[in-house]
């Protein structure tokens, strides 16, 4: 048996590295009072709008059912919510949402719902320390763990194999039950705000497993992200900023969204400024502007007016909310993006507007699974969860969706999980000696391969690739060409070679990666 740092028996194990560095940049949790205008009907019928009515209507109908109870549940476990005078949660206007929606901890949500269940772990640890006098009994976080492969017993999950990114040891996981929930694949992007974990892993891991993707070719890139100074290009301006009352202008100083507006949308968002100012006093009596059209629309119509030669000096455009709100409403109400732009840009956006464009932000496609328990289709034991599933968005997530995705669902994994394994009683499948080897050989393949291929430089180039061919807008041509281009890395790929120790190496983590890049790459 190949070596490895011991083999641990567990009822599920979530796979992957959570995406901390997105999660703190999302602001806001859809919630609805299941009654009144802004019931789950309401909030169902946004969502399938705004994925063009591709979303799996199941999951879109669950997904606003169960929202507001997983809110509720956070609120018991501790977190807090931005209140309104009278005591209710703060509710935020979000791009496809037809009412303020969005339960939100200033534009930091995410932060304080990593925090939430960070608390509720060790409270649950404590709890079964006093109980069993073991704190790890039934619930062991594993940081800074790479998972590579699933392994099956036939046609069913009998465990998983990994490795400790800093030592490099490798792990087994004997486990009938596998929870995927891995986020997302920006990294495969040049321009992303995504952190360095989105290489795609659980779509990669679900798919060589036996298991189907879909709408795969659905990426969202929200509109906003900064454009400058390069080096933090891609990283996200939070809708918030226009769920306030930011406006968007060209180079001519024009608030071009209204030029923008779908069809399907006209009866929902005014047309004209005056309405559209109006609608921030008197939401009752005038229709939304258009700067909070869902995020698809608002991203296009920036890609076009740049592509028209009406954008700003570095190719984006002006999103302003300086003329909208006093400068210690905005400080208050959005301090992460007044001390990012302060701090990476030198732009105080209490009084200058900002630079922004499309960055790659989440992938509406995923594995393939079961609404009501998220299991995945065709692999018996594999369950998946948030970004990594695919179904729910349609073509395009609306703001806010993805935090609430992952609470619905997550919990749906869990429950589905424990059920399928609670029903195999004795008849476990079984980790074969057969599959270890597998495992550990492709884990260790950039170590014994022959070849001189650098990682950084193929990662750089796959990059490019999907950037300038698999972007906003794309044509035949130029995805035949991206398809032959990357087939053409792959080949490198295989030549990839690390150097140094299995101790934290970065080029040995990004070698593996890249199989799990290119593949998600070709599936878009």
Request: proline share 5%; with cysteine.
């Amino acid at each position: 048996m190949p070596p490895c740092s011991g083999s641990i028996r567990l009822l599920a194990i979530l796979a992957g590295t959570p995406l901390a560095g997105d999660l703190e940049t999302s602001p806001s949790i859809p919630l609805d009072t299941n009654c009144g205008a802004g019931g789950w009907k309401v909030h169902f019928r946004d969502t399938m709008r705004g994925g063009k009515f591709l979303n799996n209507w199941r999951m879109a109908e669950l997904h606003a059912k169960e929202s507001p109870d997983r809110i509720w549940e956070l609120e018991t476990w501790g977190a807090l919510f931005d209140r309104t005078k009278d005591g209710r949660i703060s509710q935020r206007n979000f791009g496809g949402h037809e009412y303020p929606r969005l339960a939100h901890v200033g534009d930091r949500t995410g932060l304080e719902l990593i925090r939430t269940m960070q608390q509720k772990i060790v409270s649950m640890q404590q709890a079964d320390s006093k109980e069993h006098g073991d704190a790890e009994k039934y619930l062991k976080v594993f940081a800074e763990l790479t998972i590579t492969e699933i392994l099956k017993d036939g046609d069913k999950v009998s465990g998983c194999y990994g490795y400790w990114r800093e030592t490099g040891d490798e792990v087994l996981f004997e486990s009938p039950a596998v929870v995927l929930a891995t986020g997302g694949i920006g990294k495969s992007f040049k321009i992303t705000s995504n952190s360095w974990e989105g290489t795609g892993d659980g779509h990669a891991l679900a798919l060589k497993a036996g298991s189907a993707l879909v709408d795969m070719e659905f990426v969202q890139f929200h509109p906003t992200g900064m454009v400058w100074p390069p080096s933090v290009r891609g990283i996200l301006v939070t809708e918030s900023v226009r769920g306030d009352g930011g406006v968007l202008t060209n180079s001519e100083g024009k608030r071009f969204m209204f030029n923008y507006i779908p069809e399907v949308f006209k009866d929902k968002y005014a047309d004209n400024e005056a309405e559209a100012d109006r609608w921030y006093k008197d939401q009752n009596n005038n229709r939304r502007p258009p700067e909070l059209l869902p995020r698809d629309e608002v991203a296009r119509a920036i890609n076009s007016e740049v592509k028209a030669g009406r954008g700003s000096p570095r190719g984006g455009v002006y999103l302003d909310v300086s003329k909208r709100l006093p400068a210690e409403e905005i400080r208050r109400r959005l301090p992460s993006m007044w001390h990012q732009f302060k701090e990476l840009a030198d732009v105080d956006i209490t009084e200058q507007p900002m630079e922004v464009g499309p960055t790659c932000h989440y992938v509406m496609g995923g594995v393939k699974v079961d609404p009501d328990t998220a299991a995945a289709y065709q692999v018996p034991g594999l369950f998946a969860a948030g970004e990594v599933a695919g179904g729910m968005h349609g073509s395009n997530r609306l703001g806010g969706n993805s935090l609430s995705d992952l609470l619905v669902f997550g919990r749906r994994a869990g429950a589905g999980a424990a059920e399928y394994v609670k029903k195999l009683a004795s008849n476990r499948p079984s980790v074969s000696d057969k599959e270890i080897a597998r495992a550990h050989n492709h884990l260790n393949e950039p170590f014994t391969r022959d070849g001189s291929e650098n990682p950084y430089a193929l990662h750089d180039e796959l990059q490019n690739v999907t950037q300038d061919l698999v972007g906003i807008i794309r044509n035949e041509k130029e995805l035949i060409d991206a398809l032959m281009k990357l087939e053409s890395i792959r080949q490198r790929a295989a030549k990839v070679k690390a150097t140094g120790g299995r101790a934290f190496n970065p080029g040995f983590h990004l070698a593996l990666d890249l199989e799990n890049m290119l593949l998600v790459s070709e599936s878009i």
